[in-house]
């Protein structure tokens, strides 16, 4: 079992930054595969960023650059810095690891508020 707990959502100003963490528990040696996803009203979840285990990254192209996915193995967390924030960004953020046993975990979802 792997246990992941986001945090660091919030409101922020178009224009503006955040960084959201999900810290991860348990059977993490398992892990090889993190990602966060958001999901806006009526629409469906999207991938928004990914990180394996060997340091991989992969960034959905809408973004343009905007996001930075990060981890810090020490701490079992993966962060994701938003920069330069757009009301379009507004969505619940969910964070998902996978195991290479074949497991998928989410986490509960952090609330990102954009304001024009």
């Known amino acids: 079992q792997v246990q992941l707990v986001e945090s660091g959502g919030g409101l922020v100003q178009a224009g503006g930054s955040l960084r959201l963490s999900c810290a991860a528990s348990?059977?993490?040696?398992?892990?090889?595969?993190m990602g966060w996803y958001r999901q806006a009203p009526g629409k469906q979840r999207e991938l928004v960023a990914s990180i394996t285990s060997g340091g991989t990254t992969n960034y959905a192209d809408s973004l343009q650059g905007r996001f930075t996915i990060s981890g810090d193995n020490s701490k079992n967390t993966v962060y994701l810095q938003m920069n330069s924030a757009k009301p379009e960004d507004t969505a619940v953020y969910y964070c998902r690891a996978n195991t290479w046993t074949g497991y998928d975990y989410w986490g509960q979802g952090t609330q990102v508020t954009v304001s024009s």
């Open positions: 348990g059977s993490v040696f398992r892990v090889n595969f």
